[in-house]
């Protein structure tokens, strides 16, 4: 009987164990179903007609610009992305760059503009975003480890990427 009581034990635990590691390997993110305001989209179509830019749009409000479609898998939000990318203001003026030093982040944890738009390309792929404000940073003021303010609330995102891989 201690035996039976023994095995039944064992195989509780590891098949709760086996759950708890199922659960904890499971992708923390959800698609994003956050779509623009119309006076977000608004001011990046004007933004766009002002520099001659003709874009697609997506029915979130995002534009984009495919470049290069690649080829091979397409990310999801739970897909960890290997990419080069620069990152700028409708003034031109960069704030951020990866410099042909290529990073890795998981989707899922990235702003929803870069969600929406990279489902569009593949690895080997390049697109160009324009991101209105909600599907960026929002209201809210991005700010380095000094307190300076890196992205200022309610601004229109504009980035290239390089998606280089796909994981």
Do not use: H
């Amino acid at each position: 009987m201690r035996k039976i009581s023994l095995y039944g034990f064992v195989l509780f635990s590891v098949i709760t164990l086996a759950s708890c590691l199922k659960k904890g390997a499971e992708c923390p993110y959800k698609e994003l179903s956050v779509k623009a305001p119309d006076n977000e989209v608004s001011a990046v179509e004007q933004y766009l007609e002002s520099k001659g830019i003709v874009a697609e749009k997506d029915a979130s409000g995002l534009y984009y610009i495919v470049e290069n479609a690649g080829t091979g898998t397409v990310a999801d939000v739970c897909s960890f992305i290997i990419v080069n990318y620069t990152g700028s203001f409708t003034n031109d003026q960069v704030f951020a760059a990866t410099d042909g030093t290529p990073v890795q982040f998981r989707l899922g944890g990235l702003i929803s503009g870069w969600q929406k738009g990279l489902k569009y390309i593949k690895p080997g792929g390049k697109i160009k975003l324009f991101i209105p404000p909600s599907m960026g940073y929002g209201q809210v003021d991005q700010t380095d480890l000094q307190g300076n303010v890196v992205i200022p609330a309610n601004s229109i995102l504009i980035y290239t990427l390089e998606l280089l891989d796909v994981q």
